[in-house]
Structure formats: structure tokens, C-alpha cells
């Protein structure tokens, strides 16, 4: 690479069961104005735009046109949109950085899935002729895959449960979580994983500044260093692939040069319990690695926004002076069938 | 900081017709994605990401279809990014793709977008609930038509200039074998006695709906010189946005159009496009669009576009051809609107276009746009590779 990137700024909403109250717009805004102040940026001095939602949480065409206009985006702004989680919007911004066209970008993503059925709105990412039609539904995939580790002996009910317990004991310690503290395991929701297993069902919004090399130290007194990012796709019907395993997670943690040094912490996109058993195979993390100090995805998991919270988190950690190098990873459709990893570094101290 | 060059060397488009029944959408999208790289010579293996876009997923009523397409689009294991800019993602799409072979990360990238527009129904897809939107706007002829009222009163343009614009691009498409309408017996009278829909916009000056997919691949220097036939190569390229609606809002000839334009010359020096670009492909989805673009994006001074159309200028055998492909006139699966724009730009400076080829193509500027005239991307491509 040529040109060093850096995550200079990040903010979040506090992820919330319902926002009947407030439009994508409104729940946009304060994030947006929150990112621009860390850095004292204006939208008119930002290069580059870069979003990332869903049309069918919104539950109408287009919505992320309305929501453009919580950026202010006048005059006319280098603009585009993914319709997948922000860390793909990061990423997109990131080549745009690279290629020299622009030395800042803002990106953001948010998700309302107060709006429906989460569960039922989820299988209308499957294949729409032969498994759609069947209305299988995100806990229950997600259930295939943790009875496949069972079977495999990768883990049991107990280390799941230990999983989701800790995740919601760190997530006391971070405000914008939906579920901190002491959650009850609760009852199977589809066997093997009960209520502490899968993710709560909530709205909220993020966003993250990029800077190009001097303009990231301007910025940023310790910016989160971009080394290497990288994302890869699996085949999507379920029965070609080995539930137990991800190994599009572990080509693009190569990719991005996560296995070069040891990282010290990992912010890792696994909405159920069982994904994080995974996740952490994939990525080689042993003990010494702080995973999801945020309390990840069972805390708080607000569609198309939790992949880019997870970035966030650790280039927040890295800002702080709490993390030297630290791993992102994002999802994306069924079961882990698409993942993003991201190194971030700080500058030694 | 010095970019990749990048060069066009594979370009694939289905026969785009009103339903492909025969096909499902994983069909569609390996049709022209095979075509593409039948055209470049090269396999699924050399392909190192995928870049796809198409408009609402609403459309086709799957939720964010990427997913589902990765294993038709040979993207298993390889980076797979799913782009969604309104009308205007076709180019947006192509554009993306680009940014990765011009940033370095990927050396030749397969981009596609496309729309099964018979696999649900596109007036329900756009029609937005309230209170989102008000009711009354009747489709996006009912959003546009009062726009171009607009312009005709600003130009002083008679009102015979929209049906030139059909007539012309239904023609043209008669020359295109991938078109979809093909109205072999089209007579300028006939779209003068079409049914009057929102008014000034007739029945035959609209576009259709289509099934179609637009698929091309991408590559650096190293892949271009190992390509075996001539590469269009991108001499500028970029994409603006601004609000669908706010006071002060120029909707006949938006800002972001203008600038989205400026950038692309300033990127390919050229400093009179009138002179310097030799063709246009433009997204007209209703006619009076080609004079309004063509003053928008500084081809004719403000109130001036529509006697070019007069004189014939923008005809296939004209000084500046537009719509040599027949255009979203004649062929509008929705989200790969802007990407077939953007590739028969290319066909054209590669000389590769058939029967509607025109001559002296050197530079040719691919066109899209979206929303209510607030979302851009435009490409200039040449026969030659950048200097620099």
C-alpha cells in the first residue's frame, strides 16, 4: 500500500428495542454531528461519503436517499451507498482513500428493525426460488450451525452460555449496549440455543471518520492505523458448506495480515453464541486476546450498523491508548456467509 | 499519488425483453457475467472480486440478493460488494469496481448489475408509503414531467422535440440486438399520436420495463496487455449527490450533474466537451432528458440542448451522437440502466458496437442518474490509455 488510512473518530447511538419516535434521520443526525465535532470537521470539508443500510429493514425503496439528507448534502457531495453493513461502506471509502482522490471520508450505517419481524424479514435474504419460499428463519439457521459445532465437539451448551453471560457482564461497562449485566440464559428459542444464545433486536446508527496520513494526525492524536482489510463471500446454500468452520473469515484475516503479530484485541461480529466459537477458530485467538470488550453483537446488534460498531470499538481502544493492534470483523447473510476482517494499529507510545 | 490505469476488456449484456421467464435471476446475471468474460477471454479464475449492483431490492423481493448470486457469480471466496445508488447505481456500480483496480487492491474485477423487473412489479416497488412521500406523484413520469414543463418554458423549446428523441433512440435500437423494444415499424407520427400520460410526456416517449443484466470486466495495465481484443480505457470517472428536494433546488439542470461532469473533465482534461467527446451515451428514461442533459453536462449552453436534437446533431450519423445504443428509451432493466450506458460507451471507443457503431469514436461519456435528479456517476472512456 501506498498510502497509509486511518479510522480518526467514531460514535454510536445507544442501541434501543424501539424508536417508534424517531425517523432515520433523526436517529442519524446526532451520530453524525457527534463524529463531525471529534474531529472538527464540517460536512463540506469531507472528501468522500460512503453509507451502508438495508431497504428492507426500512420497509420501503430507496430509504437511504432520505436519510442522505441528515449529512446536510448540500452543496453536492462525492457520495455512494452500499446496501450492506457500514464496515463494506468503510471499506468502499478506504479504496476511495487509497486511490488519492480524496484524503477524509465519513461513513455510516444504520438500521431500524423495530420496523417488522426481524426473524421473517431475515429469510428474504435466502435463495428466493428453492429456501425463501420455506420462511426459515435467522434463529433457526443460526441454530443449525451451533448444533453442527455440538455434534462436532467444539463446544457445548454450558461454553455457549458462558459466551452470552460474558458478553452482557463486559457490556455493563459500555452505555450504549442493549442488554448489560445479568441476562438469564432463558429458555430455547430453537434448540440448542436459548434467548442468552441469540442477539437482542434493536435500532441504532454509527459512524466513523477516515484520514489519509497527515491529515489522520491532524485529526486524531493517536489515529487507529488501517493495515490491512479484507473481505470474502461463501457459498450461500447451507448444505455445501462446513457450518463449523469459516474460512472465508480466515482468507480475509490473511489477506488483511492478522496472523503476521498477535493482536491484543478483537471486536468479532457474532450475533449468536455459538458464531463466536467460530470466529475465534478462524482467527487463531487464544486467551490472551481481549475479545468483545464491548459486550459484541449479544449486547447490542443493530442491523447493518454492528459490523460497523465492531470497527469502530477498536479503533476507539486503539484512540484511548487501550489496544496497540487490534482486529475488526463484520458479517453479513446466513450463518457467517460473509465476513470482513480489519488491523488496526496505534503509532508505539 | 499516481492511480492504476483502468481498461474495459470484457463486456457482456443479456437480450434485454419485457419477462425472462426462462431464467432465474442467477441465470440472468451468469448470462452476462459469461458473456464478459467470453469477450475478455479470461475464466472464473481470473476474476479477484465481484462488484454488483442493481436499484431497490424490492424490485425482485429479495433481501440484499448478493448473497444468494455469489456462487452463479463465481464470487465464493473472493470479496463480493453489493452497491445500491438509486437509478444512477449502474454507473455507481461500475465505478466502485474501478476504484478497486485504479486503488491497486484487486488487479481485474468482474462488475454486473441488473433487474428482473418481471419477478414483481416496479410501480408497487417505488410507490412509498405515507407519510413518506405524498401520494398524488403517479410513478416517476408524474415526478418528472413537471420538470421538464420547466425546461420547455425556460428554453423557449417548441414541443416537438421529445418525440425527435424517440423516434431517434427507437431507431437506433432497431441497430442493437441486445435492445428491448424493437418497433421495426416506428414513424415519427406514430410517437406524436401515442397516448398523452403526464403531460408533455407521451406514452412512446417513456421507457419500457425490462429483464436484463450489463456485466463487464475491469483490469490493470498488466491484465489490459494480455487482452485480446482493443480495451476501452477510463479517462475520468465520479459520482455526486444532493437532496431530492430543498429550496433553491435547480430539478432541470441539478448541480450535482453539473459538478459530477466537471470532475470527470478535469480528470480527463478535456476543457470543451462539445469538441473534445465524440459521443454520448446518456440516461434518458423520458425524451426530453437529452436536451436537458446535454445542457447539464456543458455539451450546450443553458436553454440551447434542444437544437442540437432540431438539427439532427445527436443523431447516429450526427456530430454528437447520443443514445447510439437506442438508450433507456428503448431498454430499461432499472438498475443496470446506468451500467449499459457505461458499457456501450466502451464498445463504441473499442469498436465493437455492430451495426450501431459510430465513426471516429475516440472518446465516448457514459451517463446515469438517479433519485428525483440527485444522484450522479459518469465515465469517460477513450480508445487510448491515459497520459501520465
Redesign the interface.
Known sequence: M??DIAVVAFAQTDVLRTTDELSEVEMLMPVLHSVLDRTGLKTADIGF?CSGS???LA????S???A??GVG????????????DGA?AL??AW??L????ADTALVYSYGKSSGGSLRD??T??????YV?PLWPDSVALAALQAQALIDAGDTDESALAAIGARSRRVATLNSHAQLRGSVPQGDYVVRPLRTGDCPPVGDGAAAVILAAGERARELCSRPAWIRGI????????LGVRDLTDS??TR?AAERAGAFERPVDTAELHAPFSAQEVVLRKALRLDDSVRVNLSGGALAANPMMAAGLVRVGEAAARIHRGESDRALAHAT???CL??NLVAVLEGEPR | MSKEPVAVVGIGQTKHVAARRDVSIAGLVREAARRALEDAELTWADIDAVVIGKAPDFFEGVMMPELYLADALGAVGKPMLRVHTAGSVGGSTALVAAQLVAARVHGTVLTLAFEKQSESNAMWGLSLPIPFQQPLLAGAGGFFAPHVRAYMRRSGAPDTVGSLVAYKDRRNALKNPYAHLHEHDITLEKVQASPMLWDPIRYSETCPSSDGACAMILTDRAGAARAPRPPAWMLGGAMRSEPTLFAGKDAVSPRAGQDCAADVYRQAGVTDPRRDIDAVELYVPFSWYEPMWLENLGFADEGEGWKLTEAGVTELDGDLPVNMSGGVLSTNPIGASGMIRFAEAALQVRGQAGEHQVERAGKVLGHAYGGGSQFFSMWLVGARPPQS
Not at chain 1, 420497509?59 to 430507496?62: K, L, P, Q, S, W
Open positions: 501506498t498510502r461519503t438495508s431497504d428492507y420497509g420501503r425503496a430507496f437511504f436517499t432520505l442522505l439528507d448534502a448540500w452543496p453536492p457531495i462525492a457520495e455512494s451507498h452500499v446496501e450492506m463494506w471499506y468502499e479504496t476511495k487509497l486511490t488519492g482522490d424479514v431475515l428474504r435474504q435466502l435463495d428466493p426460488y425463501a479484507d473481505h470474502r463471500i461463501e457459498a450461500h446454500t474460512p472465508s482468507l453479513s447473510g446466513p456467509q460473509q
